[in-house]
C-alpha cells in the first residue's frame, strides 16, 4: 500500500478572528483527506479549526495565550517553538505555509531541507505610511513581508497566489514566474443555498475581523450620512478584534449616537453569521486591502448584493458583480446604500448575475489545481 504524503500545514501566525488564509487553508485541509496533515498553530488556532470542523488532524501547538497581546512577541515565542520542536521529519514532506506572516515563512525556510516548500501570498501590504492604525506595527508588519519574501524567494518550491495580480506584483520584485501559480479561494456553495434565512432584523450586514485595513470606521462615517436620509436602516456588524479596537469601534457608535442603528454582535458561528447575512438586503465590505475577500464570495453564495470599495485586486476576481464605489467617497457609498435598499427589482438582478458568476469558485472546480501541485511537485 502506498504511504500517505505528510502535510505540515502553518497556520502559526494566526491571532484572532478569521481572515481570508485561516479560512482558506482549513477548508483545504478539510478536502486533503488523503494525506497525513499537521497544522502548526496556537492554542486559538486549534480552537478556530475545530469550530470550522477540521477533524481527524494532529496538531503542533506553539503558544497556549487566550489574547494576543504583543504580537511581536507573540510571533517570537511561536517562530522559536516550532524551530526547535523537532517534531517536522528533515526529508520527503510538504511545508504548506498560509500566510507570508514570519511566523509561517522563517520556520518552513530553516526546515525546508529536503521537504517540499509550498507558499501561499494572498496580497502585498501597502506602504506603512499610507495604512491607518498603529504606526510602528504598521512600520514593522511592511518591512516583515519584505524580509519573508527574502526568503521565499530563496528556497520556496512552490507560491500559490490568489489573483493575477499578485503575481504580476511578484515578478516585479523579481521572483520566479515559473514557480508561480495563481489558484483563487474556494467555497463550497451547496452550504450557503441550504443556510435558512432568519426572521428580517438587519438592513445590511459586515462580516469580518476587526481592523483598521477592513475600514470598519469608515462604517461610521457611512452610516452619519445614510441616518440624515433615514434614521431607520439597520447595520449588523459581526466578527473580531482586539479589545483595543473593539472598544474604540463602540465608543464611537455611541459618541456618534448611532448604537440604534449599529448594532455589534460579537463572533458568531457560520450557521449563525451566514443566516443574518442571507436576511438581509445588503452586505457592506469597506475594508481598504484585500488579495480576493472571500466573505464577498460567501455573500454573493447568499445571493445577497456586494458594495464595497473599488479595490484593484476586485477587477480580475469579481469582475463587474459587486457594487465598487471610489475608495473614500463616503458621500457616494451612503447614497448607493440607500438608493440599492430602496430598488429590490435592482438588488435581484446583481445577486443573480453575482451567483451565476461566483459558481466558478466552487471547490469541486479549485480543488483538482490542488490535487495536481501536491501529487506532482
Not at 77 to 89: A, C, E, M
Not at 109 to 133: A, D, E
Not at 171 to 181: A, T
Not at 312 to 334: D, R
Request: charged share 25%; proline share 2%; glycine share 4%.
Amino acid at each position: 500500500m502506498k504511504i500517505k504524503k505528510s502535510i505540515y500545514a502553518f497556520m502559526n501566525g494566526y491571532s484572532i478572528g478569521k481572515s481570508g488564509a485561516d479560512i482558506a487553508l482549513i477548508e483545504l485541509l478539510k478536502r486533503l483527506t488523503y494525506f497525513k496533515r499537521t497544522i502548526i498553530t496556537s492554542k486559538n488556532g486549534i480552537k478556530l479549526c475545530k469550530n470550522l470542523n477540521l477533524t481527524n488532524i494532529s496538531f503542533i501547538i506553539t503558544s497556549y495565550e487566550s489574547e494576543v497581546i504583543n504580537i511581536l512577541w507573540i510571533y517570537i515565542k511561536r517562530t522559536w517553538k516550532i524551530i526547535f520542536s523537532k517534531q517536522i521529519p528533515k526529508y520527503n514532506s510538504i511545508l504548506l505555509s498560509s500566510s507570508d506572516f514570519f511566523p509561517d515563512v522563517f520556520p518552513c525556510f530553516l526546515l525546508k531541507m529536503n521537504n517540499i516548500w509550498i507558499q501561499t501570498i494572498h496580497h502585498l501590504y501597502p506602504h506603512y505610511k499610507s495604512r491607518q492604525g498603529n504606526f510602528f506595527i504598521n512600520f514593522i508588519v511592511y518591512y516583515l513581508q519584505r524580509f519573508s519574501f527574502f526568503l521565499i524567494k530563496k528556497r520556496a518550491n512552490k507560491i500559490i497566489v490568489v489573483n493575477t495580480m499578485v503575481k504580476n506584483q511578484l515578478i516585479k520584485l523579481d521572483f520566479n514566474k515559473n514557480i508561480i501559480k495563481v489558484i483563487p479561494n474556494a467555497i463550497n456553495i451547496s452550504y450557503y443555498e441550504k443556510i435558512k434565512r432568519e426572521r428580517h432584523r438587519y438592513d445590511t450586514v459586515y462580516l469580518g475581523r476587526l481592523n483598521y485595513s477592513k475600514g470598519i470606521f469608515d462604517l461610521i462615517d457611512i452610516w452619519k450620512q445614510i441616518i440624515k436620509k433615514n434614521n431607520k436602516i439597520k447595520l449588523a456588524i459581526i466578527g473580531k478584534g482586539s479589545k483595543k479596537i473593539t472598544n474604540s469601534l463602540l465608543k464611537k457608535i455611541n459618541n456618534n449616537k448611532l448604537k440604534n442603528n449599529i448594532k455589534y454582535l460579537g463572533c458568531l458561528s457560520d450557521k449563525q453569521a451566514f443566516s443574518i447575512i442571507k436576511s438581509s438586503k445588503l452586505f457592506i465590505n469597506p475594508s481598504h486591502e484585500e488579495g480576493f475577500s472571500i466573505t464577498c464570495l460567501q455573500a454573493m453564495a447568499c445571493n445577497i448584493p456586494v458594495i464595497s470599495w473599488n479595490l484593484k485586486s476586485y477587477k480580475t476576481i469579481f469582475e463587474y458583480n459587486l457594487i465598487k464605489i471610489k475608495k473614500g467617497n463616503i458621500h457616494a457609498f451612503s447614497n448607493s446604500i440607500i438608493k440599492l435598499l430602496k430598488d429590490k427589482k435592482q438588488r435581484n438582478n446583481i445577486s443573480k448575475k453575482a451567483f451565476k458568476y461566483i459558481k466558478k469558485y466552487d471547490w469541486k472546480y479549485i480543488l483538482p489545481e490542488y490535487i495536481n501541485i501536491l501529487n506532482n511537485i
